[in-house]
């Protein structure tokens, strides 16, 4: 177990590492992410090594919630000021994803639709 939690700290130290010395836009538990996809496409047998530690990690995934349920009651007065901004920031957001969503879907449909015209 301390081998995988390790393997998934480094990581996420890599991505941290990345974020800072390069000024990247992203947050660097994101390029830490990208870094294992990327570990675990090179070297496949990584994946056995940390899976026990990955699913008990998801097991208790709810109490990862708990610091950002203390951060939102601890600024529930900002968000209550900030509301309609936020919901308005979410509503274009979720219609956006939604849209780019179904355009790359139709997208898709149209290359590898069949030359006969029967459904793929």
């Known amino acids: 177990m301390i081998p995988a939690l390790a393997t998934l700290l480094v990581c996420q130290l890599i991505g941290e590492a990345l974020v800072r010395t390069l000024a990247l836009p ?5 390029v830490g992410m990208a870094s294992l996809l990327l570990a675990l496409m090179l070297r496949p047998s990584l994946l056995t090594a940390i899976k026990p530690t990955t699913q008990t990690l998801l097991q208790h995934f709810s109490l990862l919630f708990v610091p ?29 994803g939604l849209a780019s969503a179904a ?4 997208w898709l449909m149209k290359r ?7 459904a793929p």
């Open 26 to 30: 992203i947050p660097g538990p994101v």
């Open 68 to 96: 950002a349920g203390v951060g939102v009651m601890l600024h529930l007065q900002r968000l209550g000021d900030e509301a309609f901004a936020i919901g308005v920031a979410l509503v274009i957001s979720t219609w956006v």
């Open 103 to 106: 355009l790359t879907m139709a």
């Open 112 to 118: 590898v639709a069949p030359k006969d015209g029967s």
